[in-house]
């Protein structure tokens, strides 16, 4: 098998780095076969901005190999009250 990927990850990485940084848990997806990952977005800042989705990519690709296919919240905020405008989102490739 060419590599895996895994659909449901946690990188926790920006606002939650005590837990897990970008760089640490691609390698870990690394060491374990996976060759892409889709991050979801219960970060701090929630990934719901082209800022954050760019911050994201740009982590990601300064840490290694594995690919980073980041989710965007639904929601700004992931607040439930307001939806993200994720056609713009998803024109940069979230």
Not at 38 to 65: I, K, W, Y
Not at 69 to 79: D, E, S
């Amino acid at each position: 098998c060419p590599g895996f990927i895994d659909l449901h990850v946690h990188l926790r990485e920006p606002g939650f780095e005590h837990k897990e940084t970008i760089e640490s848990g691609l390698a870990a997806a690394a060491r374990g076969g996976f060759t892409a990952v889709a991050p979801m977005p219960n970060t701090n800042p929630v990934c719901d901005s082209l800022q954050t989705f760019h911050f994201v990519q740009e982590r990601a690709q300064a840490a290694g190999p594995v690919a980073v296919y980041p989710v965007a919240a639904i929601t700004r905020g992931g607040r439930g009250s307001e939806l993200t405008d994720l056609a713009v989102l998803a024109a940069a490739g979230c």
